[in-house]
């Protein structure tokens, strides 16, 4: 069980979220791929009006800083984008990653379970920011953190904004 069902934790909260696609099959290098993804992440935002404050999305995997207003909404909102992307994406075509997407003939796009880390210090807030930001950089993608594309590294360290919008200014704590 999670530490933060353990603890019973309620309200507002702010989480760092990884999620991995099955198998690790770099799906979102096709573009098409990856901007669904983004649209539903985005769509599923709004639908559980949660802030994003920063993200990444990898050609495996996506890391996001999530604001809740309700932390007790996090594995609902979690399983809603991941059910929704699966279901978007086993309709494209995605030639040979997609065969790669079926075990026993069954499309699964996301492994079962998503990581999460509630986010409880400036410190802490700052790490997981860089690692984020960092990620495509260390992953060889990037000369720079600014300059991948599925990224929230131009909205924080740039002059420009990324593909989605960014909330700086904690307002889901409101």
């Known amino acids: 069980m999670p530490v933060r069902k353990k603890l019973k934790l309620k309200g507002p909260a702010l989480v760092f979220v990884t999620t991995t696609v099955a198998n690790w099959t ?10 669904t993804v983004l649209a539903q992440l985005q769509e599923t935002m709004a639908y559980y009006r949660v802030s994003l404050v920063s993200y990444v999305l990898m050609p495996s995997h996506l890391h996001a800083l999530l604001g809740f207003p309700r932390i007790e909404q996090l594995s609902r909102f979690m399983q809603s984008f ?15 990653l997609k065969k790669k997407l079926y075990a026993n003939g069954k499309f699964r796009l996301w492994k079962p379970r998503f990581d999460d880390l509630v986010v409880v210090s400036e410190d802490q807030f700052r790490t997981k920011l860089a690692y984020i930001h960092d990620n495509p950089v260390r ?7 600014e300059d991948w594309p599925y990224s929230s590294a131009a909205d924080w360290l740039g002059d420009s904004k990324g593909l989605l919008e960014i909330d700086k200014t904690f307002g889901w704590t409101r």
């Open 26 to 35: 770099p799906v979102f290098r096709a573009k098409p791929a990856a901007a």
């Open 82 to 96: 991941k059910s929704l992307t699966s279901r978007r994406l086993k309709q494209m075509n995605l030639g040979d």
């Open 139 to 145: 992953g060889g993608l990037a000369g720079k953190a």
